[in-house]
């Protein structure tokens, strides 16, 4: 049991008294455009509170708006009212208690636990910009984040505390750490006691569309993550009425999405896109990742509709069960790395349920999908989901005909469309590199066909996409050389059958390593990345070589390397 506040908690009767919902006619109408911008738009007061009050209006179902639960059989269930509460709550202890302004960052590093949608929603409500980021991360991760970002203010759990407090001296900024726990801890605020007593009466910031919403953090060929930032925009995009085709999401639907909390992939899924339609968020705690506790959450919770990698189906496919006829799935969505068409084709068979295909990244959300009831073309990527103009350009900006190799661009040029980041924070080199003539150049590789499909390629740069997670190159090569054994590495992207690609190290070791048993100290070396960075970066797939292709100025051929895995020339 979670802090005793349940869907029958009684403290959450009263009306809160500064809800200042917008006329909106009825539930799920629609009330912005595909190419709207409304000077003025906040997803908590707009979205959330609007839903309360269609709740109070008893014109919403009283399925819940929050459905959490655990191995332990523990369950959260809370309504709209219980979340418009809480998250007034919340942002009382953030902006009164911490201290925080509109415009502070604040660090969000939670699993799946309910306070997770508390901080985001929160954070909203103020104009704190929340950066999520996976619990994966390792102190020197975090002291990154912290640092780049100069943020105020972290929400983490016990697990990740002393990880904070080894680098907390060196944070200047850093005023907060409150701490998700049952447990007080020294030099931390205990967040559930603070919401508990703090006041539910908060008056939502009138945020203008453009005004900063949130900053995901996305890696990169060279260097250290960049900082994507996000609009309120961002969620307003989720309302737009080609965004609500995706996947016709409605207030009857009980929803999951199974990404780490720390992508964008949990704020469009867990968050932003069923609750626009009013739908049930579920989330399953799911601390390790485990296809059987998915498969059975399936059979045991009335899910209606999924939002998942393809590893994650694929890793569930692969499981050995009489049947995956799950009772009421009916819509399943896929994005974050490339779908084989036998694959979208065995979950078809397996489970009678389509899986349908979107694409896009932290800097864009979800940009093209093949809609729900639109014709799947198998492998197809879909079109791109207005307002985003999406074509493949040259390495100019050039629009090339169909069937044409070339970048997945986003005309930002004349106008840059609602949704799309607004730039890497502190970077303008960065933000420069990436605009292409009138787009912002994707970094992916596909083509378009005569009715608009797009068929992803692969990276046009040396990043890898490691079953949905982006991992730079240099991150790994990085952490490989904190190890006395490396004297240097080149880390590419490798095919998988489970994980579509995985990370390589080519490694030339220090000479007096040469005779060291090469099964060892893989493992070795592994649980080294494993150790000084987030694990899902680590070399699945580890090789010794005596030298590393090089340009004639020395700079290292991954692309030779990478070819090479994939059998290319
Ligand atoms: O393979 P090993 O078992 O040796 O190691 C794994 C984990 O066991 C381990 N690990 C995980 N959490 C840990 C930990 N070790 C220590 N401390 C922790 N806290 O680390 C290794 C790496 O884990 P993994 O996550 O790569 O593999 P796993 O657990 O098998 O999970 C499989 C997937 C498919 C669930 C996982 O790879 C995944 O979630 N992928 C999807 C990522 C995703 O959501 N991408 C979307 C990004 S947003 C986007 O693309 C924009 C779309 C609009």
């Not at 680098?167 to 605020?189: F, I, Q, Y």
């Not at 989330?283 to 045991?300: M, R, S, Y």
Request: net charge neutral; glycine share 8%; hydrophobic share 35%.
């Amino acid at each position: 049991v979670l802090w005793g506040i349940h869907m029958s908690c009684p403290g959450f009767h009263h009306a809160p008294q500064h809800l200042r919902c917008r006329s909106l006619s009825g539930a799920g109408t629609l009330r912005w455009n595909d190419y709207d911008r409304p000077e003025e738009f906040n997803f908590a007061s707009d979205v959330l509170d609007h839903w309360t009050q269609m709740e109070k209006e008893g014109k919403r179902s009283p399925n819940p708006a929050l459905w959490w639960v655990n191995d332990q059989g523990d369950e959260v269930k809370w309504s709209f009212r219980e979340m418009t509460d809480l998250t007034c709550r919340t942002a009382n202890v953030l902006t009164q208690t911490c201290g925080l302004q509109t415009g502070d960052r604040l660090a969000l590093i939670l699993p799946r636990v309910p306070e997770w949608w508390l901080v985001c929603v929160g954070c909203i409500r103020t104009g704190i910009i929340f950066m999520p980021g996976t619990t994966q991360m390792k102190a020197k991760d975090i002291l990154y984040r912290l640092q780049v970002s100069g943020a105020k203010a972290i929400v983490t759990t016990d697990t990740l505390a002393p990880e904070v407090e080894s680098v907390a001296p060196e944070c200047p900024s850093l005023k907060t750490k409150l701490l998700v726990s049952d447990h007080s801890r020294e030099g931390w605020l205990d967040f559930r006691s603070l919401v508990k007593s703090a006041s539910p009466d908060h008056i939502c910031i009138k945020s203008k569309t453009l005004d900063p919403m949130a900053i995901f953090f996305t890696s990169g060929t060279t260097g250290f993550p960049k900082m994507a930032k996000h609009s309120h925009g961002f969620a307003l995009r989720s309302y737009f009425p080609a965004c609500r085709k995706l996947m016709q999401l409605k207030m009857s639907d009980v929803f999951w999405c199974l990404s780490d909390t720390g992508w964008i992939l949990a704020a469009l899924g867990s968050l932003l896109e069923p609750w626009t339609a009013g739908s049930t968020v579920f989330a399953h705690h799911l601390p390790q990742f485990d296809p059987k506790v998915i498969i059975e959450t399936f059979f045991k919770y009335p899910i209606t509709q999924c939002l998942a990698a393809p590893s994650v189906y694929r890793m569930i496919l692969q499981q050995n069960y009489t049947s995956l006829r799950f009772p009421t799935l009916e819509h399943c969505c896929t994005g974050g790395e490339a779908l084989l068409p036998e694959e979208q084709e065995q979950w078809k068979r397996q489970t009678g349920v389509l899986l349908y295909q979107a694409y896009g990244q932290s800097e864009t959300g979800i940009s093209c999908g093949t809609l729900r009831g639109m014709k799947i073309k198998p492998g197809s990527m879909g079109k791109a989901i207005p307002p985003f103009d999406i074509q493949i350009i040259d390495d100019k900006g050039n629009i090339q005909p169909p069937n044409t190799e070339g970048n997945i661009g986003i005309r930002i040029k004349p106008t840059r469309p609602i949704g799309l980041f607004m730039y890497y924070e502190n970077n303008p080199e960065k933000t420069a590199e990436v605009e292409c003539g009138d787009f912002y150049n994707t970094g992916d590789r596909a083509t378009i066909d005569e009715e608009g499909y797009f068929w992803f390629l692969g990276r046009s740069d040396d990043v890898i996409n490691a079953s949905g997670y982006r991992v730079g190159p240099a991150e790994v090569e990085n952490a490989l050389a904190e190890h006395p054994a490396v004297a240097e590495s080149a880390v590419v992207s490798s095919p998988d059958p489970v994980r579509g690609e995985v990370v390589k190290a080519f490694i030339v070791l220090n000479p007096e390593f040469s005779s060291r048993d090469p099964g060892e100290l893989t493992k070795e070396l592994q649980q080294h990345v494993k150790s000084v960075t987030a694990p899902y970066k680590y070399p699945r797939k580890v090789e010794f070589v005596s030298e590393l292709p090089k340009t004639i100025t020395g700079k290292i051929k991954r692309s030779e390397l990478r070819k090479k895995e994939f059998g290319q020339k």
